[in-house]
Nanobody, 117 residues
Framework: VQLQASGGGSVQPGGSLRLSCAASGFIFKYNTMEWYRQAPGNQRELVASITSGGSSNYADSVNGRFTISRDNARRTVYLQMNNLQPEDTAVYYC????????????WGRGTLVTVSS
């Protein structure tokens, strides 16, 4: 299994970025996919998830500003981030959970998002 995240960068407050995570090594269309983030000194937190059927959920802190989506033909999950704020600064990770949540899923290499004026 490989998860390759990209799209991070530096933006000013109010700006936008779109993260992408290209997946391989498993049947992408059958899997829930998730984005996590970890800010310096903080624990990793769930930002957004999308099921195989396209249902999405968001952390309260990003609801209304971030949108998760997927393209099964491209085997890619996206995170559109609008109205970015300094508190969104973190390393963002793509994650494929196992059906059994007791098991550890697959993590991609993170991509850094920095929001600063």
């Amino acid at each position: 299994v490989q998860l390759q995240a990209s799209g991070g960068g530096s933006v000013q407050p109010g700006g936008s970025l779109r993260l992408s995570c290209a997946a391989s090594g498993f049947i992408f269309k059958y899997n829930t996919m998730e984005w996590y983030r970890q800010a310096p000194g903080n624990q990793r937190e769930l930002v957004a998830s999308i099921t195989s059927g396209g249902s999405s959920n968001y952390a309260d802190s990003v609801n209304g500003r971030f949108t998760i989506s997927r393209d099964n033909a491209r085997r890619t999950v996206y995170l559109q981030m609008n109205n970015l704020q300094p508190e969104d600064t973190a390393v963002y990770y793509c994650y494929r959970p196992q059906s059994d949540r007791a098991l550890i899923g697959n993590w991609g290499r993170g991509t850094l998002v920095t929001v600063s004026s």
